[in-house]
């Protein structure tokens, strides 16, 4: 993948948090498998990379996998594996939607965008600026969406610019 292009960090206090408010001592939310608690702190970073990515094409890229991360999460967290024959690979976004209902209609939005995602990680402009940043806003609202699922505490999501 290219060289991610980044603008200034986020100042402090900024929206981007590492961490969840119903943190258990050794970094843990209650209940939340030590895989899904990791994927999460996974997207959580991905989008403040994303935030701070200047090109279209990179911050989609970003944003995008971001999402593919929480969504893992809630595999982690929420999925069994299949007993007996294995069967053929399927979409994370496939799967979220059987084992999270409620992420149903995310699912179906961020799966509609993977084609887009991996031309921009091939490097293709497919992407405006403007679609880079609703990508990231809607990142950030998926995640929301996915560590209220998960029983964490809610948190603001990133503010629209005016």
Known sequence: MA???????????STRGGGFGS???GGLAPGVPAAADALLVAARQGLGEAEGALVPRERYALAHRSA????????????????GRRSRPTSAWRL?????????????????GAAKRAAAEAGRPV??????????????????AVEAA?????????????
């Not at 979220?96 to 509609?112: D, K, M, Q, S, Y």
């Not at 405006?128 to 995640?143: C, G, I, T, V, Y």
């Open 96 to 112: 979220l939607v059987g084992v999270a209902p409620e992420l149903g209609e995310w699912a179906e939005f961020f799966a509609a």
């Open 127 to 144: 992407v405006s600026q403007r679609e880079a940043d609703d990508l990231l806003r809607d990142a950030d609202r998926f995640l929301a």
């Open 68 to 83: 593919l991360r929480a969504a893992a999460a809630v595999l982690a967290a929420r999925a069994r594996p299949a007993s």
């Open 3 to 13: 060289t991610i292009t980044k603008a200034p960090a986020p100042a402090p206090g």
């Open 23 to 25: 943190l258990l001592p």
């Open 150 to 162: 998960l029983g964490l505490t809610a948190r603001l999501p990133l503010p629209v610019a005016g």
